[in-house]
């Protein structure tokens, strides 16, 4: 059982080519070509980067607090929670 095609497996694709557009030029938004408007090559080449110094890990601040006479009062009891029959 083979497949018909409408065109040659084993024939090379034909090469579509572009046809210039004359409404591009009328437009009037042309690229500017002048050497003023070119980019002009880096006369010397940048330095490497630099390699990134560690940075001071600082211990986080000792902060004291005077703990009340009755530490209970502070606390308080969290409530039970209720159990799910099945």
């Known amino acids: 059982m083979a497949i018909d095609f ?18 591009a030029e009328e437009d009037g938004s042309v690229t500017p070509k002048a050497e003023e408007n070119q980019l002009k090559a880096a006369l010397v080449c940048p330095p490497a980067p630099r390699k990134l110094r560690p940075a001071k890990i600082l211990a986080p601040p000792r902060g004291f607090f005077v703990a009340p006479k009755d530490l209970a009062a502070v606390f308080r009891a969290s409530p039970r929670k209720k159990k799910r029959l099945c």
């Open 6 to 23: 409408p065109f040659s497996v084993n024939e090379p694709a034909a090469v579509w080519t572009a046809k210039p557009d004359v409404e």
